[in-house]
Each structure stands twice: as structure tokens, then as C-alpha cells.
């Protein structure tokens, strides 16, 4: 092992993945790819290990190393050529739900596939049951748009325009989908441009050993970090609140297992799977282990297959942690992952609370909506993220207003936002006494109220945190929940999806139909907090009350000021 | 996974019953058949869905 070349070449991969995210980012469609960055690049080996990675979404870099050895394994390697491009969305082939695309593009060097440049996008609008791909109100994945298993939409350097047709004749924004699929490739040009280029300063064979030698030491360091934590079984459990079809909570059911330098998440005494799209796929459910894993260690450790190599995960077919066809699933990639994820936390906070945070708001909101745009006639489709308070944690209060922990995402500026869709945004609010208290409170949640421009707006959503509070660690206390409340136009009072429209669900629905006047008002939920209030640093407190995140009845009465 | 014999689609989604694993053809050398016919991926799986299950039968 050279480690100044294992440096050298990490640090130049991990450039390269930045830079193929750079590319995405200037180059797409959808404010969900160049505003939001629902999106990651990445280098994987010939045997689908994930060698390098940007610091995009977590959720796609976990759950990708699965999805390339699907590929691989569909698609062996003498079958690929120069120039081929794969594409792949399909949850039930290693997949994490269907809006996410993923593009392989084989390494050759000297007539032999060293490896892949990858890119993984969440494209807004997929086709099936509602405009811009989460139907809170799925039963199967046939409503969730269209699956792609393992395709070469480009063969040696052309593209196969019947693959292309076939997209493009599934989706309600073709125009969009096509400029947001090509970003994607052009990612994985790029890519392969630069990995060709890194693979002839420095001779193949020293690339492969080097690569593999960082994955030794990435699993080295995770090992060594994995070994601070006393052994044992760590229980936790959480909760979906429900399914969009069914009104009751689904459990999340955890035992963390350490034993010398090695961990089993188990994750058996979890609830059969959903009716309802809360779904998740052994994918999402291996990458909410990892990223949990990776929140609690050593930040700087690369971020390669290696980390993952000590942590097993079990996760029995049939239940919320691993569905089996056909049920629907979007809702498992972004709202079920953070629960997971929360649950191994929750787990070790037993044994290692200085390196745990308190429950995060753990929703992306996952409001979507389409219509015909009055100004252009073009139908337009969005997925809009929003975000939450993050946990409480020993050392710190947790982050206002931010993405939940599997996304990594930026919320869409209002002025673009206001451009591309016809609605205004009134207000945007950070929400007094919605953080957990603690002596480390929770990052606040917020209120975001939109009104319809348009004639019609067609809206669904798949969230979650209407009902079941963010939890507090070592005395800390829950947060606040989020809402979705409507007002429609000439009405005085606000009514969630359920009072408004007769749904199952105040948080997962489909298609409502919003007209020009009614009013969206969007209540992202806060985290939990950590420790007890009342030995919060008063002068923390005091700036609290000034900036309006506290109010001074909370102050007295819950902090002891 | 059992795809059709044409190969173009599945027609059996074959999991790992205890970690819940895929399992395509080409893992198949290294899974392990149960007394009682359920596959697993390894046997690791079968070892570690013994030693749960009897713990918890002792914590029920
Ligand atoms: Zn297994």
C-alpha cells in the first residue's frame, strides 16, 4: 500500500465525482436536480463497488453499490461495450424507488472494463398515478410510474432512440425528463473522460491496487471506530404514523448488534410491509443503516464500499424494511429511511449518546404538483422538498430548516420557485416553540404558505410527522409536528387533507385539485431535544427569546429561565 | 430470481429468508436449503435466524 498515492488518487476521484455533480447541476431541467440537488455521482469498480463519491444525497450513495451489482449481474460484463450507457430505476432489482435513475457507464482501458462512472438523479416526474411521482395513495408499483430494469440506452456511443420513445412517451413533462436524463449522462461522459484520463497518468494496475487498497483502509477505519462502542444488543423502535391507505402506525423495529469490530442491524421485529407507498426496499434499508453509521464515525473516513463491509444488515422479506413486489414503495426512500436511520441512532444512543442526535423532523415534505402552466401551455411538474429541524445532540443544537439526513438537499428559492410555478408564496416562517427543548434544543421547523396563479394545480404528497412527535434523548423533549392545511378561496379557516377533502391520511394523498385563490400552507415539523431544558446555557436561551425561536411563556415555563 | 424461460421478465422475485437478500442464479452455489426448503444466502443467514430465534423464545 501506497498511502500518499491512495491520498493523491482518493482525493482526484472524489474531484471528479464533484465535478460530475457540477455538470448535473448546470446542465438539467428540473429545479429538483439544479436547485434542490435530489441527485450524486459516483465511481464504482468492475464488481459494483463503490470506489469514490461526492457529497451530494446520502441515500443515493448507500443504495447504490446494490443497484450496480444487480446491474452486473443482469447484464455480465463481456456484454458491455465502449461507449454503452445503462440506465436503472427499478426498486425490485436493487433499486430505491422508482424517480430514481441511475446511469452506469463502463470504464474501458485497453479493451477492459475497469469500472463504472455513475450518476443516480431523482427525476420529478415518472409517469403513473400523479404528476410529479409520489401518490400518497399508491397500492402497487404500477402506480408509481414507470420501471426501468437494467437497459443500455446508449449502445457504443448511440443512443437507442426506440428506449428513448418508450421514456418519453410514459412521462407528462417529456421535455423536461429529456434534458434532466441527458445531464445525467453527461455526468457519466464525464466521468469516464476523467477516469480514463486518471487511468493513463497512472497506469491501470496501479488504479486498481490503489482502489482497493483504499477500500482496506476505509473498512480499517470503520473497524477501528466500531470497536470504541461497548458490545451488546441495542433495541429501538419507531413509528410510520401510517400508510395513506390505512390509519394506523407501522413499527420499526431495530437490534443493533456489536460484537468486536463488526455490527447486525436486525431489523425482524419490524411490521409486515404497507398496503400504502411507506414501503421500503433492502436497498433503502441498507443505505438508512450506513448512513446512520456514518452520522456516528469518524467524518473523514473515505466514503467507499469498504465502510460498509463491517455492517450486516437483515432486514426479512415481506415487511416495511425489505417489500416484495408488487407493492408501492416511493414513500419508503425518503420517509422510511430516516426512520430507519433514527431507530439505529435511537439504538446506539444507549451506549454512545455524545455521538447520537435526538429524532429529526425526518420528512422531505415530498409536496408534488402538475398542471398546464396558463403563461407557457406546457405542463409543468414538480417535486418540491422541504425541510425540518434536525435533533438536538450533546454538543450542539441541531440545524434550523434543514434537510432531512438521506437527502442532503436545498430547498427551491423562492424567486425561482415563483418562476417556474404558478403559485405565490406568502410567507415563510421559522415556527416559534417548535423546536424540542433541551439543553440543546432541536432545530426549528417552519411554515410555508402558497397560493394558487393557476386555473387548476393538481397536488399530492407522501410525508409523514402529522401525528407521532420527534422523540428527545437524555431528557430532552419531543418536537413540534408538521401540517398540511388548506384553505380554500373565499373560506376563513384552515382544514388538513383529511377535513378538506375526506382522505385517509392528513400527510399521504393524491390528487387534489387546488384552484386559482386556494391557499397551501405547508407546517414543517422540528426535532427532539437533547438533555434536560432547564440546563440549557442561558444566554443560549436569552438569544432564543430575542430571535423569536423561543417564547418567553416556553422560556419560564419549560426552560426554568 | 427465476426469470421466464425467454428471459425477459421475472417471474419470481427469489430472496435470501433471512436477510432478505436477492439472490439471482449465479449466487446460487453459495446459498443453503433448509431442512424445511426456505433458501438462504449463506450460512451465516441460517446460523443467525437459529441463534434470533432462540433468543427469543428464552426473552418471550
Ligand atoms: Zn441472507
Known amino acids: 500500500m501506497d498511502p500518499v498515492m491512495m ?21 438539467s431541467y428540473s429545479t429538483i436536480f439544479n436547485e434542490a440537488l435530489d441527485f450524486t455521482c459516483a465511481i464504482a469498480n468492475r464488481d459494483g463497488d463503490m ?32 461507449g454503452d450507457i445503462v440506465l436503472h430505476n427499478d426498486p425490485y432489482r436493487g433499486g430505491l424507488h422508482t424517480p430514481e435513475h441511475t446511469f452506469f457507464k463502463p470504464i474501458f482501458v485497453n479493451g477492459e472494463i475497469r469500472g ?37 440506452i446508449v449502445s457504443k456511443g448511440v443512443h437507442n432512440k426506440d428506449i428513448w420513445r418508450l421514456l418519453l412517451a410514459n412521462v407528462r413533462t417529456p421535455r423536461y425528463n429529456y434534458g434532466d436524463l441527458r445531464a445525467l449522462i453527461s455526468a457519466v461522459d464525464l466521468g469516464e473522460r476523467r477516469m480514463k ?31 470504541q462502542i461497548p458490545d451488546g444488543i441495542y433495541p429501538f423502535e419507531d413509528l410510520v404514523e401510517d400508510d395513506g391507505i390505512e390509519d394506523r402506525p407501522y413499527k420499526i423495529s431495530v437490534e443493533v448488534h456489536k460484537t468486536g469490530d463488526d455490527i447486525v442491524a436486525d431489523f425482524s421485529g419490524s411490521a409486515k410491509q404497507a398496503k400504502g407507498p411507506i414501503n421500503a426496499t433492502l436497498g433503502v434499508t441498507l443505505s438508512a443503516t450506513y448512513n446512520a453509521l456514518l452520522h456516528m464515525t469518524d467524518p473523514s473516513i473515505p466514503k467507499n464500499s469498504g465502510c ?11 415487511t416495511i424494511v425489505n417489500v416484495n413486489y408488487p407493492a408501492p414503495e416511493v414513500g419508503g426512500n425518503t420517509e422510511t429511511h430516516p426512520r430507519i ?8 444512543a444507549n451506549v454512545i449518546p455524545h455521538l447520537a442526535m435526538a429524532a429529526e423532523g425526518a420528512t422531505h415534505g415530498n409536496f408534488v404538483f402538475g398542471g398546464v402552466h396558463a403563461a407557457t401551455k406546457e405542463f409543468f411538474a414538480c417535486y418540491d422538498i422541504e425541510v425540518v429541524g434536525w435533533g438536538g445532540r450533546s454538543f450542539a443544537d441541531g440545524n434550523d430548516a434543514c434537510d432531512s439526513i438521506n437527502g442532503n438537499c436545498r430547498v427551491t428559492p423562492v424567486e425561482v420557485f415563483e418562476v417556474r410555478y404558478p403559485w405565490r408564496v406568502e410567507d415563510w416562517v421559522f415556527r416559534e416553540d417548535s423546536a424540542g427543548a433541551g439543553k440543546f434544543r432541536s432545530g426549528v421547523g417552519y411554515t410555508k404558505t402558497l397560493t394558487c396563479l393557476n386555473d387548476e394545480i393538481i397536488i399530492s404528497q407522501m410525508t409523514d410527522r402529522h401525528k407521532v412527535a420527534p422523540w428527545g434523548l437524555n431528557g430532552g423533549l419531543p418536537g413540534d409536528k408538521g401540517a398540511t392545511l388548506f384553505m380554500l378561496s373565499g373560506a376563513n379557516e384552515w382544514l388538513d387533507a383529511s377535513q378538506a377533502y375526506g382522505k385517509i391520511s392528513p400527510s399521504k394523498y393524491s390528487n387534489i385539485s387546488i384552484r386559482k385563490g386556494d391557499r397551501v400552507r405547508l407546517v414543517m415539523p422540528a426535532g427532539g431535544g437533547f438533555g434536560d431544558p432547564k440546563e440549557r446555557d442561558r444566554e443560549s436561551l436569552r438569544e432564543d427569546v430575542v430571535e423569536g425561536y423561543v417564547s418567553a411563556k416556553a422560556a419560564q415555563d419549560i426552560y426554568g429561565l | 430470481m427465476k426469470f421466464s424461460s425467454n428471459g425477459l421478465y421475472v417471474e419470481e422475485y427469489v430472496k435470501c429468508t433471512n436477510c432478505g437478500t436477492l439472490i439471482y442464479e449465479s449466487d446460487r452455489p453459495a446459498c443453503v436449503e433448509s ?24 426473552n418471550a
Open chain 1, 341 to 348: 436511520a433514527g431507530t439505529v441512532i435511537g439504538a446506539l
Open chain 1, 7 to 27: 491520498k493523491i488518487l482518493d482525493s482526484t476521484m472524489v474531484s471528479v465525482c464533484r465535478e460530475m455533480g457540477i455538470t448535473l447541476m448546470q446542465t
Open chain 1, 51 to 82: 470506489i469514490a463519491c461526492a457529497e451530494f444525497c446520502p441515500a443515493q450513495i448507500g443504495g447504490m453499490p446494490l443497484m450496480a451489482k444487480s446491474m452486473v449481474k443482469e447484464m455480465p460484463l463481456d456484454q458491455f461495450d465502449e
Open chain 2, 35 to 58: 431442512t424445511d426448503k426456505e433458501l438462504f444466502c449463506s450460512q451465516w443467514c441460517v446460523d443467525w435466524a437459529a441463534a434470533r430465534e432462540k433468543r427469543w423464545k428464552q
Open chain 1, 116 to 152: 463504472f462512472a455513475v450518476s443516480i438523479g431523482h427525476i420529478a416526474e415518472v409517469g403513473g398515478m400523479v404528476p410529479g411521482g409520489f401518490c400518497g395513495e399508491a397500492t402497487e408499483i404500477f402506480h408509481e410510474g414507470l420501471r426501468v430494469p437494467p437497459v443500455k
Open chain 1, 308 to 318: 460498509f463491509r463491517p455492517i450486516r444488515v437483515v432486514a426479512p422479506a415481506g
Open chain 1, 197 to 227: 484520463e486518471i487511468y493513463s497518468k497512472y497506469g491501470a494496475d496501479v488504479v486498481d491496487q490503489t482502489c482497493n487498497d483504499l477500500m482496506d483502509y476505509s473498512e480499517r477505519r470503520m473497524r477501528a471506530e466500531i470497536s
